[in-house]
């Protein structure tokens, strides 16, 4: 019933930039973390950035000062802006989310189905 929709992947030239966005539909519980992850080929899929529900941002040190995330409520949605785009980006970006029950003690986990980004020389 939950689901993540990942959108605005594409093919850019170094320097450029992109914007990713994330829809989560079908959930009763409040959002706490949203996430983004990437991961390349023979790569693990690592942390990019994330935002808790306090608005408090982490970053990955090889995107910080070049990617930035937010997140709007009323639309259930998290965005990555990506600018200063590096051939090392390429990868397979994931949207993630943690819900939190009403209490604060139980939580699940999400994932979307993946966007490509492709970062040419």
């Known amino acids: 019933q939950v689901q993540l929709v990942e959108s605005g992947g594409g093919l850019v030239q170094a320097g450029g930039s992109l914007r990713l966005s994330c829809a989560v539909s079908?959930?009763?519980?409040?959002?706490?973390?949203m996430a983004w992850y990437r991961q390349a080929p023979g790569n693990p899929r690592d942390l990019v950035a994330a935002?808790?529900?306090?608005?408090?941002?982490n970053y990955a040190d090889s995107v910080k000062g070049r990617f930035t995330i937010s997140r709007d409520n009323s639309k259930n949605t998290v965005t990555l802006q990506l600018n200063s785009l590096k051939p090392e980006d390429t990868a397979v970006y994931y949207c993630h989310v943690r819900l939190r029950e009403s209490m604060g003690i139980i939580s699940y986990d999400y994932w979307g189905q993946g966007t490509q980004v492709t970062v040419s020389s």
């Open positions: 079908g959930n009763r519980d409040s959002i706490n973390r």
């Open positions: 935002i808790t529900s306090g608005g408090s941002a």
